[in-house]
């Protein structure tokens, strides 16, 4: 039996986790579960795993938690601080799935123990990639990524050398807006921008797929990975997202991983690694009922946020998290009905032009630069 910590159990990397950790019980010990808020969602899961604890990141949840969980032997906590601490609680495997900055403490936290951590928190990897990288290094984690690209790599990658390897190439879906035209997309509504035509994720990741910040971020999450260079990575639509990413080596070899769009995929990847594992799905690979694969180059008129997730790399130090702060901020101002979709990747822009720290040295400066970065990209909202 292997023990296992969710962070972020109640989004959808984390209930698609607990999906495959139920269907096989008998080999699991859960040991954390983690949401924001969602107190009742968070007590369900504890009950049903048997958690040793489990925390919401909201204090203010905390009473309702313990509520929730009341007759159990399962231990409630809750804040900022509970989270790190849960992260910190010996497990073999932890999944980070908290979504956005939020999920850097807790991630670095689980990585300080030198063990093995799933890591689908892209953002965290974005903002201290350099920092992370390092405590990796230092305390001899396991490092696996979980996003169907980057797991993708890490596969085609699998005994070779990195050495030997000429191209990484990410492949993106272009969203549910890649046949719109600039005109279309400026009276896009939060509604269709979630509305992704191959995978089922959050509003957030949604409506970064549909700007393709998301492979922006995910460009910069591959830099830290795979130390291959930025020059050899490149991005690629491909709108049927069959093939996740490839590996192109010198010896004219290209490796690519297939699967279908199921975030359970790689998932079981991680968490059956260095084996496999049986991974129940609604339906299975069939390349002749697929037809065709397509392939186009990037259009950055249309879809600049990879232009300018490629500048923040090349830049490095703090610039990455001054992107994705001020593309958090736009998107939820999106999601709220405060801009427009093509606002986002100007706000960020924007934000970039105005703001350029130092590299940060501290996980706490890390978060210093966050929170500027969100300053200013607030005041530029309450300008328009």
Not at 144 to 172: M, Y
Not at 232 to 244: D, F, G, N
Not at 283 to 300: H, K, N, V, W, Y
Not at 352 to 372: C, G, R, S, W
């Amino acid at each position: 039996m292997r023990s296992i910590s969710v962070l972020g159990a109640t989004g959808s990397i984390g209930a698609s986790t607990l999906d495959l950790i139920r269907r096989n019980r008998a080999e699991w010990r859960v040991v954390a579960l983690t949401a924001n808020g969602n107190a009742q969602a968070l007590a369900a899961l504890a009950r049903e795993f048997e958690a040793e604890v489990a925390v919401c990141a909201d204090a203010a949840a905390l009473p309702a938690l313990r509520e929730a969980l009341a007759g159990t032997n399962i231990e409630a906590a809750a804040g900022a601080e509970a989270l790190v601490d849960a992260a910190r609680r010996p497990a073999d495997i932890v999944m980070a799935s908290i979504v956005g900055c939020a999920g850097l403490a807790p991630t670095m936290a689980a990585i300080e123990q030198g063990r093995t951590v799933a890591l689908a928190n892209k953002e965290a990897l974005v903002s201290a990639g350099e920092l992370m990288i390092a405590a990796v290094a230092r305390h001899g984690t396991t490092l696996l990524p979980v996003d169907s690209e980057h797991n993708a790599i890490f596969q085609c990658l699998s005994g070779n050398k990195v050495d030997h390897v000429r191209w990484i190439t990410l492949t993106a879906s272009g969203g549910p807006f890649r046949d719109w035209s600039l005109e279309q997309l400026q009276s896009a509504t939060p509604a269709q921008a979630i509305k992704h035509p191959n995978w089922s994720m959050g509003a957030k990741i949604s409506v970064d797929s549909a700007s393709m910040m998301n492979k922006g971020l995910e460009f910069i999450e591959a830099y830290h990975l795979f130390p291959v260079g930025l020059d050899r990575l490149r991005i690629i639509v491909h709108p049927q997202s069959i093939i996740h990413s490839m590996v192109e080596y010198h010896d004219g070899s290209t490796l690519a991983q297939l699967g279908p769009s199921d975030m359970r995929v790689p998932i079981a990847s991680c968490l059956a690694w260095p084996e496999r594992m049986e991974t129940p799905l609604s339906s299975q690979l069939d390349l002749a009922a697929i037809g065709e694969l397509t392939f186009r180059a990037p259009d950055e008129t249309r879809f600049p946020a990879t232009r300018l997730a490629r500048q923040a790399a090349h830049a490095g130090g703090g610039i990455p998290a001054v992107l994705n702060a001020a593309n958090e901020v736009a998107v939820d101002a999106f999601l709220n009905g405060r801009i427009g979709f093509t606002r986002i990747p100007a706000m960020v822009e924007d934000v970039l032009n105005a703001y350029a720290p130092p590299p940060p040295a501290a996980i706490d400066e890390v978060h210093e630069v966050d929170a500027q970065a969100r300053r200013r990209a607030a005041a530029l909202l309450e300008m328009a």
